[in-house]
């Protein structure tokens, strides 16, 4: 089973600020399938990027996604009110399918 | 447009079997490619995958927890059950189920349609 460690448990910023979110998988993920989502209170989540890199439909230029084999990062560019949340990775290159723990974005 | 709904009781007793219903619409779990997956996430923790039903009717769980589960489909009715046997507090949480397209197909392979939820609360 893979593993998928995220960092930090939550990161303070003020908006407009930039965010840098890492996950970190304790082997390597086949085929980069590496996915972002993020998810507010009483929401479930939204698929942000896919493959590592990709933008999900609907999603904004200011995330993406960087990162292969064990190291994958989320980057949002200028964040918006609507960006505080909390964010998961997640991996489907290997059964069983594993979420990291999450980062929570919170307002400085 | 894809949509998928989660039913079934908000409070069980525990050793009960718990039976979830997720309805969908807009695809087919026929279509070469296409998944449906349950989710989990206990109150203030982090998301769980539990299983997959996938379009060749392959079935895949969570190692720690597929004695309990049971994922089969209703062709007929575009649904997709989950089977939880044995609940116990710990399986108190909001159970997601979501679409997935395989890569293959040209999906993007993460869950990019899910259900609202349904909270299952495990107490006696």
């Known amino acids: 089973e893979i593993v998928l460690t995220q960092s930090p448990g939550t990161l303070s910023l003020s908006p407009g600020e930039r965010a840098t979110l890492s996950c970190r998988a304790s082997?390597?993920?086949?085929?980069?399938?590496l996915a972002w989502y993020h998810q507010k209170p009483g929401q479930p989540p939204r698929l942000l990027i896919y493959?590592?890199?990709g933008r999900a439909t609907g999603i904004p230029d200011r995330f993406s996604g960087s990162g292969s084999a064990t190291d994958f990062t989320l980057s949002i560019r200028r964040l918006e009110p609507e960006d505080f949340a909390f964010y998961y990775c997640q991996q489907y290159g290997s059964s069983p399918l594993t979420f990291g723990g999450g980062t929570k974005v919170e307002v400085k | 447009q894809i949509t998928l709904k989660e039913s079934g009781p908000t409070l069980v007793k525990p050793t009960q079997t718990l039976t979830l219903t997720c309805t969908f619409s807009?695809?087919?779990?026929?279509?070469?490619?296409?998944?449906v997956d349950w989710i989990r996430q206990p109150p203030g923790k982090a998301l769980e995958w539990l299983a997959v039903?996938?379009?060749?009717?392959?079935?895949r769980y969570s190692p720690s927890l597929s004695s309990r589960f049971t994922i089969t489909e209703d062709t007929s009715k575009n649904q997709v059950v989950l089977t939880i046997t044995n609940m116990d507090p710990v399986d108190t949480a909001t159970y997601y189920c979501?679409?997935?397209?395989?890569?293959?197909?040209?999906?993007?392979?993460?869950?990019?349609?899910w259900g609202q939820g349904t909270m299952v609360t495990v107490s006696s």
């Open positions: 082997q390597s993920v086949p085929y980069n399938y």
């Open positions: 493959g590592a890199s």
């Open positions: 807009g695809f087919s779990l026929g279509t070469n490619g296409v998944a």
């Open positions: 039903i996938s379009w060749n009717d392959d079935k």
């Open positions: 979501a679409h997935r397209l395989f890569p293959s197909r040209g999906g993007a392979g993460g869950f990019d349609v």
